[in-house]
């Protein structure tokens, strides 16, 4: 059973730009920490992003600092990262992931340990 449902993906050229919405009909998404990884083709799952339960805090990884915005909607069960000028170096597989805790220690050491998971949405950006 899927428990988070990505969707936004898709082709976009160098300098593009996209949004990506997360939610869910299995979870209440206003329970959890909420974030976003990326694993590009033959690499490992990097972080991206994070918010907090009311939106009043966010983390960013260090490669999309000041280019992505992650944001949440509680009242419809969504979180969304938009994300502005795009490069080839950002494709991959974008996934969702929610969890009570956090800790940068699960988020950015331990992301195998986070609760809760989607099937994730490609991302492609072409030179």
């Known amino acids: 059973q899927v428990e988070l449902i990505e969707s936004g993906g898709g082709l976009v050229q160098t300098g593009g730009s996209l949004t990506l919405s997360c939610t869910s009909s299995?979870?209440?998404?206003?329970?959890?920490?909420v974030g976003w990884f990326r694993q590009p083709p033959g690499k490992e799952r990097e972080f991206v992003a994070r918010?907090?339960?009311?939106?009043?805090?966010?983390d960013y990884g260090g490669s999309v600092g000041g280019r992505f915005s992650i944001s949440r909607d509680n009242a419809n069960n969504m979180v969304l990262l938009r994300m502005n000028g795009l490069k080839p170096e950002d494709t991959g597989i974008y996934y969702c992931?929610?969890?009570?805790?956090?800790?940068?220690?699960?988020?950015?050491?331990?992301?195998?340990?986070?609760?809760?998971w989607g099937q994730g949405t490609q991302v492609t950006v072409s030179s």
């Open positions: 992931a929610a969890d009570p805790r956090y800790s940068y220690m699960y988020w950015e050491r331990n992301y195998r340990a986070l609760e809760v």
């Open positions: 299995t979870h209440t998404l206003s329970d959890y920490i």
């Open positions: 918010i907090s339960k009311n939106g009043g805090s966010t």
